[in-house]
Every structure is written in structure tokens, then in C-alpha cells.
């Protein structure tokens, strides 16, 4: 067996390219994911019965999919549904925020349930207004529960953004499969694949670890 | 737009037989994840030394790599250099079980580190050996306190199976891409394996919900 590790250098700038995509992925999910998890945790705290159930249902549906089966459902149903053809990046886009938005929704309802009922009574005892209490009392202190929780699922929705790969948007994972197919350097390739995700997910991960040790709830 | 749901129909045994799959995959994934994962788990606590740092290392790459990456590359690359071939089912079990082994070694590790060191010294004192605390004291404990992580694994596995399309495990989500490749109905098709998928995934969601509340109680301490 021989092996000719040369390929990965000649195709850096593609690697590259496909590592900045997988990177950009990463962040624009979660920048829309953010408002959309915000969004859909307001509708299930609210007295609202309606909007409870469409954000439960939503949030149940979605979380109890593989997400690889929700992209192929959004790269067939998108098109049929709004009648026009969207980019491949638009559809992984809408499929990844709609997995994304329904975990954060989750860790945003039970981040702000977390805390204790007490403290927004007594914040209104004290006069403030229904929203003074929850933005200046509620949610400063949630958000540090939340921060060490959303820091894993970017970690998750790092790795996931992989699997666009099968509607051929041509992030890191699939661009790697290209060039394997086109040079048939098999092993070479999907070791640098494996080790350019490592490169960049391993710092991430202790990141994460660093986040959970700083501001993670002790008991 | 009309809908055309006979694809489903004519199909339901080729489908019925990618259900049996990934349930058959995505139990036996979970089991041997767990029993790795409880491996890993105790020899990062009591094992050698030197051992710790290498299992921290294999932990925390599984967290930075996709599975899909692991997937595709035990599947296609690791043939090479070890000049052996798996069946697609055999590669999706070992590239699932060392990916999800990582999540459950955390699990068990921190379900077992949230008793109190308070009960260790206390069963030391009570002259009981080592192996007899984790049998008798921490683990019996420990596994209630964890069964609301296994129902998550569980679920990240029957997720999970559902990549080992890519290198065409016959199970569900691989015959819907060929049932929608052949029938032309990718719409119809892919709607009713999300609903399947749904109804397998939510059941387990909710029943351990439920189990844990049931049994909350005898994981207190």
C-alpha cells in the first residue's frame, strides 16, 4: 500500500474553503436560531393557549426527528411548498435553524423557569412592572444558566453541519468526499477530514468545558 | 399540488423490514455504547494513571468529530489500513458505539461522582472492598440519578442510525431515499418516514420522562 498524503496540500484552498463554510454554517444558524429559540420560549410562557401549544408542538416535533431526515424533507418540500428553487445553503440553512431553534427554545424556557418564582414576586412587590422584572431580575440571572448549555449545542451544531453534505453543499465533509472521489485517495482524504474537524472541534470542545466550570449551576 | 401516498402502500414491507433495522440498530448501538461507555467510565476513575489522559483525549475528539465523519471513515478508510472489509451494519455498529460510547463514559462518570465521598469512606469504614461499594453503594444510586441521560442516548442513537445511510445500512431513512429515488414521490415519502420517525422517537422521549419520575425517589441521597 502506498499512500500519497500530497493531495491534501494540492487541494488546501478547496479544504479550506469547505472548513470556512462548515465554520460560517455554524454561526448563522445559531445567530437565527437565537431569536427563534427567544421567540418560541416567549409563546410557551405566555398565557396564551394557542401559541403554547404551536410552540410545544413545534418544539416536541422537531426535536424528535434526525436531522439528516429534516434536511432531506426541506430540500424536496421548500420548493413544492413556495414554489421556487432555493440554493442548497438556504435549504441546510432553514433545516439546521429549525432543529437548532427547537433545542434552544427548550433550554431558554427551562433556563428562565430555573428561576425561582420568588424573585420575580418580589421583584413586582417592589413595583416594577411585569417586563422591568423579567428583563432586569429573570433573565440576567438565566442567561448565565443558559450560556453554558447553548455553548454545547454549538458544539452539536458544529458536528451536525456535516451532514448538509447530502444535499451537496459543499462544506468541509463534502468537499472532502468530492476530492476523494475525483483523486480516489481514499484514505488520505477522509483522514484529513477527520483531522481538520478535530483541529477545529477540539479547542471548541474544551471551550465548552471551560464555559460549564465558569458559569455551570452548582448545586 | 396532489399527493400520491401509494409509493407508501405498495412499499410497506421494504419499509417495515428498514424500521426492524433501526430499531435492531439503534438497541443493539445503545446497549453496546453503554456497556463501553461504563468501561471507559470506571477506568477513567479507578483505573491506571497513566490511562486517564489517553481516555480524556478519546472523550473529548468524539465530541469535536462528526459521526458522520466516523461513520464514513470506518467504513471506507479504516478497510485500508487494516485490510479487512465490515458489512455496512457491522461498520455503522462499531463507528455508533465509539461515538456514543464518549456520551455515555460522561454520563456514568458523572452519575457515579454525584454521590456524596461521604458514602464511600462511610462503606470503607463498614469494611467493604472496593468492588463492593461500586456494586452495592454507588452504582444502585448512580443508575437512577442517570436514567434520564440513557433515554437521551437512546435517542441520540435511534437519531443517529438514521446517518448510517450514507454508507447504505438498509434501515429506514436509507430506504426512503430509494423508495423517493424510484417513485418520483420524495415529498409523500420522506412526510410519512418523518411521522414514522416520530412516532418511534417521541414515545421514548416521553416513557422515560415518565420512568424517572417514577423513580426519582430511590436516587436520593
Redesign the interface.
Known amino acids: ?1 502506498t499512500f500519497d498524503w500530497s493531495v491534501i496540500w494540492t487541494h488546501r484552498a478547496a479544504l479550506l474553503e469547505g472548513a470556512a463554510l462548515t465554520v460560517g454554517l455554524t454561526v448563522l444558524t445559531m445567530l437565527l436560531a437565537v431569536p427563534g429559540g427567544i421567540v418560541l420560549a416567549l409563546m410557551r410562557l405566555s398565557p396564551n393557549k394557542l401559541l403554547q401549544s404551536v410552540s410545544l408542538g413545534f418544539v ?2 422537531f ?8 434536511i ?2 426541506a430540500f ?2 421548500m420548493p ?1 411548498a413556495f414554489d421556487v428553487q432555493f440554493s442548497a445553503i438556504t435549504t441546510a440553512l432553514v433545516a439546521l435553524v429549525l432543529n437548532v431553534a427547537a433545542y434552544n427554545a427548550e433550554t431558554f424556557r427551562a433556563g428562565i423557569n430555573s428561576i425561582r418564582k420568588g424573585q420575580m414576586e418580589a421583584a413586582l412587590a417592589m413595583g416594577m412592572s411585569r417586563r422591568q422584572a423579567m428583563f432586569k431580575v429573570v433573565i440576567p440571572q438565566a442567561a448565565r444558566r443558559i450560556l453554558p448549555v447553548i455553548a454545547s449545542t454549538w ?1 452539536s451544531l458544529f ?5 448538509v ?2 444535499i451537496a453543499v459543499s462544506e468541509l ?1 463534502y468537499t472532502s ?1 468530492q476530492i ?1 472521489a475525483q483523486t480516489f485517495r ?2 488520505e482524504m ?2 484529513a ?2 483531522v481538520i ?2 483541529l ?3 479547542p ?3 471551550l465548552v468545558d471551560w464555559i460549564h466550570r465558569k458559569y455551570g449551576v452548582k448545586e | ?1 396532489n399527493f400520491d401516498f401509494s409509493p407508501i402502500a405498495d412499499n410497506w414491507r421494504f419499509f417495515a423490514s428498514g424500521l426492524g433495522m433501526t430499531v435492531l440498530l439503534s438497541i443493539v448501538s445503545a446497549a453496546t455504547s453503554l456497556l463501553a461507555g461504563l468501561v471507559i467510565a470506571l477506568l477513567r476513575l479507578y483505573g491506571p494513571r497513566w490511562l486517564r489522559p489517553l481516555l480524556v483525549f478519546y472523550i ?2 468524539m ?8 461513520l ?2 470506518i467504513y ?2 479504516f478497510p ?2 487494516a485490510n479487512v472489509t465490515f458489512p455496512p451494519f457491522w461498520a455503522a455498529l462499531v463507528a455508533l458505539t465509539l461515538h456514543i460510547a464518549a456520551y455515555a463514559a460522561e454520563v456514568i462518570r458523572a452519575g457515579i461522582e454525584s454521590i456524596r465521598p461521604g458514602q464511600t469512606r462511610a462503606a470503607l469504614a463498614l469494611g467493604m472492598s472496593r468492588a463492593q461499594i461500586l456494586r452495592k453503594v454507588l452504582l444502585p444510586q448512580a443508575i437512577v440519578r442517570m436514567l434520564p441521560a440513557f433515554g437521551s442516548i437512546l ?1 441520540i442513537a ?6 448510517a ?2 454508507i447504505a445500512v438498509p434501515e429506514l ?1 436509507h430506504r ?2 430509494t423508495v ?1 429515488g424510484q417513485s418520483y414521490r ?2 409523500e415519502v ?2 410519512a ?2 411521522v414514522a ?2 412516532c418511534i ?2 414515545p421514548v ?1 416521553r416513557g422515560v420522562d415518565r420512568l424517572y419520575r417514577r423513580f426519582a425517589h430511590l436516587g436520593r441521597s
Request: aromatic residues 16%; glycine residues 2%; hydrophobic residues 60%.
Open positions: 500500500m416536541e416535533f426535536r424528535n426527528l434526525p436531522l439528516i431526515l429534516v432531506y424533507w424536496y418540500v413544492m458544539i458536528k451536525d453541519t456535516s451532514l453534505s447530502v465533509a468526499m476523494r481514499v484514505l477522509l483522514t477530514m477527520a474537524y478535530w477545529m472541534g477540539y471548541q470542545a474544551k | 399540488m473529548d475528539s465530541r469535536a468529530i462528526p459521526v458522520l465523519v466516523v464514513i471513515w471506507f478508510a485500508i489500513i435517542t435511534i437519531k443517529d442510525t438514521a446517518i445511510t450514507v431513512m426512503a431515499e423517493a420524495p415529498v420522506f412526510t418516514v418523518m420517525y416520530f422517537l417521541f422521549t
